[in-house]
């Protein structure tokens, strides 16, 4: 089974709209952390946002926002007033338990792109 | 904040030849770093686990007579890939981890990435 599950392969959005990239992980262990990523043309990783199993609320990091839903497993990414900058492939990931000396599991990525 | 920096952006080589990326933690001690490999249009696949002063475990199906892993230092883990053929052209990136100010593991910094062709 796949680890974690990015459903939309593409997406398009209206700049200043605001824009949900899904994602749906699955792991039995309970300590984790989900990690969200931009990566433009030019191939660097940013790193956007962190949700810990453990948070008992939502991150938030300026337009960013995950919508973490821990019964479902579901850890969507919310970008509000979306800008032409944004436009880029999205990556979730995952970290499986405590501790960082543990690799970090992709999904397949979304290719986000705003409109002007 | 914490810096991954990697070296080379971009290389080309002849095939046949062998190829080193150097991937440097700038500003923390990385005991642990990670190389990812990533074809077009494709998500990040771990390659290995490069640990400081000792082996690097490797991924199922990744050769590690083909892509050795020197992890002699803290700050410096390097990816060799030898005898290079066109189809280990691809794009090559390191992570390594940083607890943060959370102190929480919140981060996993990456490097730039280096995009090999092999000609």
């Known amino acids: 089974a796949q680890k974690i599950t990015q459903t939309q392969p593409g997406m398009f959005v209206q700049e200043k709209e605001a824009v949900t990239l899904d994602c749906t992980y699955d792991t039995s262990d309970p300590s984790y952390g989900l990690f969200w990523y931009k990566q433009p043309s030019s191939g660097e990783m940013i790193f956007l946002i962190y949700?810990?199993?453990?948070?008992?609320q939502n991150a938030t990091e300026g337009r960013y926002s995950l919508n973490f839903q821990k019964a479902r497993k579901s850890a969507n990414l919310v970008i509000s007033a979306s800008q032409l900058g944004d436009s880029a492939m999205y990556f979730c990931a995952m970290r499986e338990g405590p501790g960082s000396a543990r690799q970090l599991t992709f999904g397949s990525g979304t290719q986000l792109t705003v409109l002007p | 904040g914490a810096v991954v920096s990697q070296h080379p952006s971009r290389v080309i080589c002849k095939s046949g030849t062998s190829v080193k990326i150097e991937c440097r933690s700038l500003?923390?001690?990385?005991?642990?770093m990670f190389w990812y490999r990533q074809f077009p249009k494709q998500s990040l696949m771990l390659m290995a686990t490069?640990?400081?002063?000792?082996?690097?475990?490797?991924e199922q199906g990744v050769e590690k007579d083909k892509f050795l892993i020197n992890h002699a230092s803290l700050t410096l883990s390097t990816l060799t890939v030898t005898s290079a053929h066109p189809e280990d052209s691809s794009f090559y990136i390191c992570s390594a981890s940083y607890p943060g100010a959370r102190g929480m593991n919140t981060e996993a910094f990456f490097g730039q990435g280096t995009r090999l062709t092999v000609v």
């Open positions: 490069s640990n400081e002063g000792s082996k690097a475990t490797y």
């Open positions: 500003d923390f001690q990385a005991t642990t």
């Open positions: 949700q810990g199993s453990y948070d008992q």
